[in-house]
């Protein structure tokens, strides 16, 4: 199964130790940096109006720490609703930019019932300013609108 090859990125879904970084932490660094956005639960969601005059949406959510307690936040951005397996030119297509790209990496992950390719980055928080989380989400988003460009019909910009 194609999917397999892509479990590169799954999100496991734990409580949070009482020590992990928390949405109001986030939205701080976020405003700090300028960067509109929306508390959506236990996560931020921000819209990038990109270049090309597309629109992406990026969310962030804390995940649990390191092993010495370093914070890390989740940065992830939809590319697209998979309806049926990868076919293996586009898991190796994906595995290729993985390699390629300076920030952002592809993965497959099942959310709320559907299975969906996803772009990621997780940060530790601990050396993270404002400006460097703001420019790793914009890059997030920028290479999830190229990957959602290049499997779609190009047109679309349904993310």
């Not at 819209?47 to 720490?65: N, T």
């Not at 460097?132 to 679309?156: K, N, P």
């Amino acid at each position: 199964m194609h999917r397999a090859l892509l479990l590169l990125a799954m999100s496991a879904c734990v409580a949070l130790p009482a020590n992990a970084v928390d949405t109001a932490t986030l939205s701080s660094l976020l405003q700090r940096a300028g960067v509109e956005h929306e508390v959506d639960g236990d996560r931020l969601h921000v819209v990038y109006r990109l270049e090309s005059g597309r629109r992406q949406a990026v969310f962030l959510a804390p995940m649990a720490p390191l092993v010495d307690g370093v914070d890390v936040v989740e940065i992830y951005s939809p590319v697209q609703r998979l309806t049926a397996d990868l076919p293996a030119a586009v898991a190796g297509q994906l595995l290729e930019a993985n390699g390629t790209q300076k920030v952002a990496y592809f993965g497959v992950e099942e959310v709320e019932g559907a299975w969906w390719l996803l772009c990621y980055h997780n940060l530790p928080l601990d050396a993270i300013t404002p400006k460097a989380l703001a420019a790793v989400m914009q890059a997030v988003a920028a290479a999830a609108d190229d990957m959602e460009r290049l499997l779609g019909d190009g047109g679309a910009d349904e993310l």
